[in-house]
């Protein structure tokens, strides 16, 4: 009989586990209460009458009809009324007869039950919140980048002539460029640095306003979702200590936030992120997100790590044990380097030696990801869901890098086999102390433009798999080529006249020639410096480019455009001086205003002997060059009308800026375009001026930023 009446409640026991899983937290908390007991003298419940009558009697009693379904139709009843009642925490001698679970144990049980079946849970349901908040940040930055592009085409129309662009201006005057409501929040949260006039240049690497809103609202969110909804209680049946519950929430619930940063870590860190393609932002921006999810993540872990350590060392002793097993020690090792990430991710380190800074932190994120895995293996694949995607992104890419390069510089050849298409010139000029890189590339599939920037490797140097973004500085294509050729090119907007060729370099019929300018430093720019300066000033290195990266700004559609380039930042300049000039007619800049700002007075003879010289006597533009380390006297830094006027030391962005909104207010508010590409101080100067114009009533202008560094 007895060993029907078990074997009935077991099968029972089954068949609820199979059919209502979900319901089943009743029927445990009983049974692990009840079981906790100390019954008779039998070694297990399945062969103790008043155990197993005891479990059933209180299931019955306590759980929904649902849930006993399946017990109900097998087991004979019994009536609760007839049993004593018994409560776990009072009762310790064995127990030989059935009886009824104390409720008031029975509802503490179950809470606490509950409490820790759901930490997981929602520990996850936060980290939706966490991956909720980029994914939103995201989908705001791909609309704002496809309104911004319906924007720019209705404002591409070509000004033809004279009285169409006057109609075209008045239309500009007619219709608010902006809306008020959003050039107030592109007033005071887009264009501004970070604290305004109190941030010096940038903030934590912050450079906009807007970027440092959105970092701030990350960790507001990450604070919140860690902080909040701890269910911690007296009278918790399996961790009695609050203190103790509320370690192993945290420890649970930060170890699982820290996954859910994981995919957008690695995301926002790739050369090749989908994401700045579809928002329009920069690889820059996308690296201040990237870093600020770091330290968050980072700081995740150790506290999970803190929060772990005293579940296994202060309220338990298994600490010792779990030490000799792989997912424990691999967790140590993750936390480990993740935090020594921190200070080996510094800016002095990447200053003092970017090279080391890549291989250690690819190095240790490669490392990372292989213990994570082993870490989170015990949840049986429960936590690979967050690791493979970091794999996928990761090695998406890298594959894409790889494809680039080959896109870019090999060619299989029927006879010769696999080639390299670039034919490099490497010339150094001491008297501007900047490198130029002309790399001639075999036909057009090279498709150079404005806003872009390339990856340069030396493959043939013992470090070969170095490389370095530069921003295309000066290009020719084929087209471009055979213009040259006929030393004829097009002019600006509506001036028709024929003018002479922008181009000095000749290139075959079939070449595509791409111009760096590179300010020497201490790594691969010096070797490369000395490198030419033991060969006559030139050589002929073998150079491979990966890209092109970058984004072209819509230039073309503003009326007037202010560009301020410092150094070698003139590199982002005259690209879209060529488009513009290329775009004769169809363009509605009526008005370039080219400030460049120099070391050395011998860079702007330079250029102004080849790339920028004709370009910048078009009509439309006007060019003002300022020597840093020259003096008035003597320095050959005279006013010259025909090649722009050449000044001593540091212009005034803010009058800059100032002089030309208020010209064009005077003239008609046709839409002004301030574009900067220099050192950071000077591209701050630049927001700032644009803010200022901003703030007082100008609403056509538009800030674009290009920077030479992350
Ligand atoms: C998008 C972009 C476009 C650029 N365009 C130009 C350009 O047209 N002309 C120009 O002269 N410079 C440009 N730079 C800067 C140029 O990449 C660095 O000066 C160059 O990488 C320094 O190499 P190095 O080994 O001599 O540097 P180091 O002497 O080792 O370091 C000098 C500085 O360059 C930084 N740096 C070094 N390597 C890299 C790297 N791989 N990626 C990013 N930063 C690095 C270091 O953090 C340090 O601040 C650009 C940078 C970026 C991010």
Known sequence: ?????????????????????????????????????????????CNNTAEVTSIYTSAKLYCTE?????????????????????????E?????????????????????????NDTKPQAKRLGWALMGYWGG??????????????????????????????????????????????????????IPRPFG??????????????????VAGFWIVCILVSCVRYESFTGNTSTPKVSQQVWNSIATRLGILAYHCLPFLWMFAGRNNIFIWATGWSFSTFNVFHRHIARATILLAILHSIAETIRYTVNSSKYEKSLKKNWFVMGIVATVLFSLLIPLSSVWLRKRSYELFLIIHVTFNIVILYSLFIHTSKFDGEFNGYLWPLVAIWAFDRSLRVFRLIYCNLRVHLHKGLTTVSKTTVT???STDVIRIDMQSDGSVLKPGPGQYYFLYQPLRLRGWENHPFTLGHYITPSDASQSRSQTSDSLAEDKQPSQTIVRTSSGPERTTLTFWVRPYDGWTRRLRDECKSQNGSCHPTLLLEGPYGHHEPLHTFDTLVMIAGGTGISAVIPYLQELVAKSGRSRVSRIEVNWVVKQKAFVDELMRGELGELVREP??????WCTTATAEGSGCEKDDREGVVGVGRPSI????????????????????????????????????????????????????ETYGW
């Open 1 to 45: 009989m007895k060993g029907i009446f078990t074997f009935l409640v077991l099968c029972c026991i089954c068949t609820f586990q199979v059919h209502a899983s979900s319901d089943k937290t009743c029927f445990e908390v009983i049974l692990s209460a009840l079981d906790s007991l100390s019954w008779g003298d039998s070694s297990s419940e």
């Open 66 to 90: 649902t849930q006993m379904t399946a017990l109900t139709s097998n087991i004979t009843n019994v009536n609760p009324d007839d049993l004593p009642i018994l409560d776990p925490e009072t």
């Open 92 to 116: 310790k001698s064995n127990i030989t007869e059935p009886g009824l679970l104390e409720y008031s144990y029975f509802k503490r049980a179950l809470r606490s039950k509950n409490a820790s």
């Open 137 to 190: 940040i995201i989908l705001l930055g791909i609309l704002q980048n496809a309104w911004k592009t319906c924007f720019q085409n209705r404002h591409a129309t070509p000004q033809l002539d004279q009285e169409q662009g006057n109609s075209a201006r008045k239309a500009s005057r007619q219709i608010p460029l902006l809306s008020p409501v959003s050039h107030f929040i592109t007033t005071h949260f887009i």
């Open 197 to 214: 006039r109190y941030t010096q240049t940038t903030f934590c690497g912050i450079l906009a306003r807007w970027e440092a809103i959105v």
């Open 428 to 430: 150094y000029n001491p």
């Open 620 to 625: 439309v533009v006007r060019a003002r060059f």
């Open 654 to 705: 803010q009058e800059i800026v100032s002089q030309v909104v208020a010209e064009e207010e005077e003239g008609g508010s046709g839409r002004v375009g301030v574009l900067v590409c220099g050192p950071a101080g000077m591209a701050s100067g630049t927001r700032s001026a644009v803010h200022e114009a901003m703030r007082g009533g100008c609403r056509g202008i538009s800030y674009f930023e």
